[in-house]
């Protein structure tokens, strides 16, 4: 067995660490312009050397995304941040456009081809071979055969999508935003019109029939539905990275899902991976935010149409941390919202700190124990592992069957 890269997204700090603790070997992130995230929350170029370090620190690679249309008025853009890139250490550049990939190459550059090339046979890959591409993203339709032709017949890394985000268009190159918005997607400025609800009409063109038109109905027609591997994702191991979709989802949902498919990479490697395991970290994906799953074009074509957002779980902002004991590993917590009590749940979240989950099992209010706090009271409270002064804490719900039911996307 080959022993895949797990490939988490990073949108922020938060999400950033989040990744790195649950298990990822490698994350990939942007800047602010040109890349498939653009209108999210990204990085700026002065922090490029910040992330290097911090990733270093944790033996873990970063990627920069440049994965987007290139114009002739980006080429200064480009070559301002690839210089940038080459000095502070970032591992590599996934790149969509020709002029990217050229000039990373030229600088050293250890160059992937991102999805939205459409690699979709050997031939084309080659040719991204002899360019010196090392790793390519091949098209999101190519099913499990097709990827075994390609490791077979070329030298390449493959790098594959396993959780997350699918797009009704092919590998993500569509003009839906473009059209309504006059928003490329193809620059990174999707506005998700395929989530939309539309409604179906048929006209009747005969002159005759004096205009007439019939409603077929209403519905998300074009909505995907979302990514997820577990059920299969023993068929995978032939493949060199796993990467999971989400560079705009909270670190909740990236500590989550990197965990569940960091967990099933390692029980596969150690031959300890069974159904039990199996449908325990399905669970644990099913927690965090998510339309209906499909297991994507391996075994056939991807479902669209009507799905709905689903999560076992929903997070409740309690209050913040105003400081950290290390020596006895308590917080002090002032309690904004709600009520926290012993064996709740909770998420803390921070910059450094990343997501730390666990159960509360003690509160402490004026030096005594109590059972549960409220709002207004500062509390101490033992965590599980080092947080920080500014981190944000969340009780986690379960969420009822009906609010399962309830939401359409």
Known sequence: MKKPEILAPAGSWEGLSAAIKAGAEAIYFGLDKL????????????????IKEYCGENNVRAYLTLNSIVFDEDL??????????KESGIDAVIAWDFAVMTKSLELGIETHASVMTGIANRVSAKVFENMGIKRIVPAKELNLEQLKKLKENTNLEIEVFVHGAMCMAISGRCFLSHEIFQKSGNRGECYQVCRHEFQVIIRDLNP???????????DYVMSARDLMTLDIVEYLMFLD???IEG???NPDYVYMVTKAYRTARDALLEGKFDEKLRSQLIDMVSRVYHREWDSGFYFGKASFGVNESVAKEKKVYIGKVQKFYPRISVAEIKVESGEIKLGDTIHIIGKKTGVVRQKVESIHLDGKPVQSAEKGDIIGLKTVERVREGDKVYLIVEVGKEELQSVKV
């Open 35 to 50: 890349n498939q995230r653009s209108l999210k929350r990204n990085f700026s170029t002065d922090e490029l050397k910040d």
């Open 76 to 85: 200064p853009y480009v070559e301002e941040v690839l210089y940038k890139v």
């Open 208 to 218: 005759n029939a004096k205009g007439a038109q019939y409603i077929l109905g209403e």
């Open 241 to 243: 990275a796993w990467k």
């Open 247 to 249: 560079r705009s989802k």
